[in-house]
């Protein structure tokens, strides 16, 4: 089931846009602020993001500014003007689409599923020239090759897509190994251990980005 947050500190506006997209399939997490939202999407992942634009304290540009310092997380504005420079703007700061208030039940879905169509396929990450390549299933530093097995490849591409946020070794043993799995949580710094070696071997910075969090997992940091 695809995770929507709904951003808007008009609570009507809000419990109208969950009301079209439960039934279509949709979880809907609810926040009244930029701020709120901001530290939601730091602690939980999401699939989309809609974001009113008019809001008071932090607008929708801010937010969505902010949202991309940390995360690539679809973002489609919701607004109740029609000029373009606001479009543009919008666009400009990372936002992936907007819709303009009123809008179409049809229409917003019809949105929100062509962006779930266009993400689905965008599978390469890259990060001051390190490049990681689903369909590929390879790793790359400035064009050499890195020697990865399939679970240390799995790893880097959850932190990557992640940023900034902390994974204890449980939830990474849960993403890349399953729920069902008798794998130790020591595991896991063994992989991180054989994945900051590869790294360096190439003159890739990794211990500016990938970090220990004592007593808790690792996050990759920008």
């Known amino acids: ?53 008019m809001m008071p304290e932090m607008d929708g540009w801010t937010t969505c500014k902010k949202i991309r310092e940390f995360s690539n997380v679809p973002i489609i504005m919701l607004t109740a003007r029609e000029q373009k420079s606001d479009i543009v703007k919008g666009l400009t700061i990372g936002a992936d689409d907007y819709i303009t208030k009123p809008f179409d039940e049809n229409e917003l879905i019809a949105r929100i599923e062509t962006i779930f169509r266009r993400t689905k396929h965008a599978s390469i990450v890259e990060f001051k020239q390190l490049k990681w390549d689903e369909n590929q299933r390879e790793v790359t530093y400035k064009e050499t090759k890195l020697s990865l097995t399939p679970k240390e490849f799995l790893l880097i591409g959850l932190l990557l897509n ?19 799995t008798n794998t130790e949580v020591r595991t896991i710094d063994s992989h991180i251990r054989n994945i900051r070696d590869k790294l360096r071997q190439v003159d890739f910075p990794i211990d500016d980005h990938l970090q220990s969090v004592w007593g808790v997992g690792y996050k990759w940091i920008d």
């Open 1 to 53: 089931m695809k995770k929507i947050l709904l951003i808007d500190d008009e609570e009507r506006m809000i419990d109208l846009l969950s009301l079209y997209l439960m039934p279509k399939g949709y979880k809907c997490y609810k926040t009244y602020s930029g701020k709120e939202a901001i530290t939601f999407i730091e602690n939980e992942q999401v699939d989309l993001v809609l974001l009113d634009i």
């Open 162 to 180: 992640n940023r900034n946020r902390v994974y204890s070794r449980e939830q990474l043993i849960e993403q890349i190994w399953g729920y069902d």
